[in-house]
DNA sequence: TTGTATGCGTTATCAC
DNA sequence: GTGATAACGCATACAA
């Protein structure tokens, strides 16, 4: 079962020629150098040999391993990371590449230890990644080529993000687009994801003739939180429901979790969804937006797309390390995603 | 920045040596080769010039590349990947190994592709992970050191999987340890995930003195799928809720998703949870579990470990290559996650 | 058009 | 105890 490897030395034997006349066939640099006759006679041979490249001789001549390295801050605790390494790894395998994942398990020391030994293992680039989107005071430090996913940092290094300003258009736009005149928004404004996606949906509503109801709550977007926001904008001060024209009759939650809450509140309070309100949230989390009954229409964090641009991004900067690194991040469009916890107004109906 | 990589001869070179005897000190095989003396000039040079050794060149020399592989059948859609990942890279990186991780994305010639690109590539051993539990009626074929990860075969392959008969056993017995009485079991039976669970909880909970109610639903262990059986378990025939005395005091979702299901049927019904009704789930499913109010009392699948104990066996299996293969798959523990949606039953209270 | 010689950075063998 | 020398498998510059 074992046989012995094959190397390019036993296909050269085999068809007659060198070493060297085998290389070039094999690489396609036989044009100009090699007689079509010779170079068929070597691939012939290749093929018959079942002859495979070694990989790690290649890379020692080459000066290139064909590897990139992709360092994330946390892998294990996000629902996304599978969708971006997918991404990143499709990107990589198209190209011929392969990627060498390390996780720094939110320890700093642990990035610089990771980037220090990909580097030592000579990877030709490197992806930074981290599960929440992120502004990195400083880039990871490194002489490779660089590319930031989900995250980005004032220095001159390409990074991708989503775009949380067109989110917040989306949303607003198929929200007023479905009919809804009086529209709430759960929402926290930690952070530039928060802030844009609020802002772009007030700006967007008010383009469309509705001022929406801003129901600000603090750094924790959880169930919880959404919860009780929804309770407060969904009943009144005794406690009791609101009259159907004295409450919204859409929410979008600044996430799936906020929504989440919302659904559960309102299911508590004995409201049917979507007839009496329409609840759209922002994540396309696995396994939460599209368990829940009704499912929740969202809009998707395009984690897989993140992971297909970032190491895009680095081949193009490998084959070419003369492009010009723009000075803003690259966004990425959020798109809708349409489930059944959403429809027009009960008037509109 | 970017100043020319230091080598081995620069080392010898800086301290007087020859390359041979800077090898031996920096791998540590100094011992009745180098004077003590000669070996401290060594290593104070190579820490002076911070050299660190090229590893593709080692690997080509040693023909070793300490670089595993690990292929899955889908990461992207799963919530788990991230906690075998993890644990994989973990255990990994403490013996110094780094992962190349190929995703075959549900197509098995992608795999078939992927363990090729591995072997040329020279990953010193292979583990194949699948997303969910399965039987593999052929194992990967590959002639590289391998073990299976939350899947087993026929084949005497090493193999890591969860123990759902324990699982059963520790649902069971924590129920009962509650003092519930009247209890029931949402479950499915295709696969032998549900089928060992069901088993060990029926077996386990006479063992305690009680009868459960084993509700069997399809292969769609979905919410929706829990939502309708909880409703049946929880309703007569006209619809209306039944007397306390006449319903389960505890249910057991075979996993998180119908356990959801559960809660939103009980939602739905007025019934307070977990004062009304105890809900256990399974899976411990990320942001799932966890996010739902209140948050579900489960059985943790282990990811995390299968992905350590696979790669920890592996690497084992390198270290002495003479290990046996026992028949049986490595059973790793479902440890209980308490949280807040069970309790002692009302007259237990 | 073909073949030869050399080097990539490291390690292991074997004379000294 | 120490230090040349060869080899790992491949690719390239250059000579034939």
Redesign the interface.
Known sequence: ??RPRVRLLDVAMRAGVSPAAASMALNGRSAGNLAPTTRDRILAAAAELDY??????Q??RRRK?N?LGLVTDA?????F???L???A??SA?TRSY??????A?REPDNEVIAI??L????VDGLVYATMGLQHLPVAPHT?LPLVLANCWSDQPVPAVIPDDDRAGDTAAAYLTGLGHQRVAMITGLVGSAGQRRTRAFTERSRDAGVDPLVHVIDADW???AG?HAAWTLLTDDTGAPRPAAQRPTAVWGVND?VA??VV?AA??LGLEIPRDLSVLGMDD????AD???PALTTLALPH?ELGEAAVSRLLDLLDNSGLPVPADPQRLECPLVERASTAPPPSAG
Do not use: F, H, K
């Open positions: 079962m074992n495979t490249p070694d990989s790690v001789a890379s020692l391993t590897v892998i294990a605790s996000s629902p990371a599978g969708r390494l997918a991404g790894m499709e395998r392969v990627l060498v994942i390390v996780d398990n220090r030994e580097t030592r293992r000579r002489s959880s169930v919880t919860y979790r989440t809450g559960l299911l508590r989390q696995e396994e939460l368990c829940l009954v897989r």
